[in-house]
């Protein structure tokens, strides 16, 4: 049973301050779960890499699925960004590069894990990360949705043909990126992901 499960967060007690760097440890656990995965990753290896007991940890981040949650938005970086980025390119298909260029690269870094932390997170599917599981989908589910409202801006403004199905075309994004995960933690290098993300685009259609 994991030390979660058993030993139920203590109640901060407000006014004290954190011994450590929250910014810094929060990091650290991004990149534990990213390596792990959310269920695999345990309370030790958190606190290894946090250089935080498990009350600290607790007080300053509840629990482990909460410090999950955080640290999986910090992966993802901020929502409003990234739809301002998406709506603000020039077209679907800049947009559309972008995203699976971007991924390519976070996925080959020599400093992180390889593959996709929301990937790797949810990857066993089992009922007891649900909750987790559900919270990632809503992330993914939020960029696929702004893209293909995207997408639909350029059919009404016919730089796509008008019998383009954005929700398609949005979904064959989202699963190159996915597929990209998977081949990055096999051990696919990045200029490999980059012909793939050529190939893909290259079904893009055109008016």
Same mark, same amino acid.
């Given at each position: 049973?994991?030390?979660?499960?058993?030993?139920?967060?203590? @109640?901060?007690?407000?006014?004290?301050?954190?011994?450590?760097?929250?910014?810094?440890?929060?990091?650290?656990? &991004?990149?534990?779960?990213?390596?792990?995965?959310?269920?695999?990753?345990?309370?030790?290896?958190?606190?290894?890499?946090?250089?935080?007991? !498990?009350?600290?940890?607790?007080?300053?981040?509840?629990?482990?699925?909460?410090?999950?949650?955080?640290?999986?938005?910090?992966?993802?970086?901020?929502?409003?960004? &990234?739809?301002?980025?998406?709506?603000?390119?020039?077209?679907?298909?800049?947009?559309? @590069?972008?995203?699976?260029?971007?991924?390519?690269?976070?996925?080959?870094?020599?400093?992180?894990?390889?593959?996709?932390?929301?990937?790797?997170?949810?990857?066993?599917?089992?009922?007891?990360?649900?909750?987790?599981?559900?919270?990632?989908?809503?992330?993914?589910?939020?960029?696929?949705?702004?893209?293909?409202?995207?997408?639909? @801006?350029?059919?009404?403004?016919?730089?796509?043909?008008?019998?383009?199905?954005?929700?398609?075309?949005?979904?064959?994004?989202?699963?190159?990126?996915?597929?990209?995960?998977?081949? !990055?933690?096999?051990?696919?290098? @990045?200029?490999?992901?980059?012909?793939?993300?050529?190939?893909?685009?290259?079904?893009?259609?055109?008016?």
């Amino acid at each position: 049973m994991d030390y979660a499960e058993s030993n139920p967060a203590p @109640r901060r007690k407000t006014g004290r301050p954190l011994s450590f760097d929250r910014d810094a440890a929060l990091e650290q656990a &991004m990149l534990t779960f990213w390596r792990h995965g959310y269920e695999t990753t345990s309370i030790v290896d958190l606190t290894t890499a946090m250089g935080v007991t !498990a009350p600290s940890l607790y007080t300053a981040f509840g629990d482990k699925k909460r410090l999950f949650l955080e640290a999986a938005h910090r992966y993802a970086g901020d929502p409003e960004a &990234m739809a301002q980025a998406i709506d603000g390119a020039p077209t679907a298909y800049n947009a559309a @590069r972008e995203l699976l260029t971007a991924a390519a690269t976070a996925y080959t870094g020599d400093a992180t894990p390889k593959g996709c932390l929301l990937a790797s997170a949810t990857a066993s599917g089992s009922a007891a990360s649900a909750d987790v599981q559900s919270a990632i989908a809503d992330i993914r589910s939020s960029i696929d949705g702004r893209l293909r409202a995207r997408i639909d @801006r350029d059919i009404a403004a016919g730089v796509l043909p008008p019998k383009t199905n954005a929700a398609a075309l949005a979904g064959l994004v989202m699963t190159v990126t996915q597929g990209m995960s998977a081949l !990055a933690r096999d051990g696919t290098p @990045r200029a490999a992901l980059l012909a793939i993300v050529e190939v893909a685009l290259q079904g893009w259609p055109r008016d």
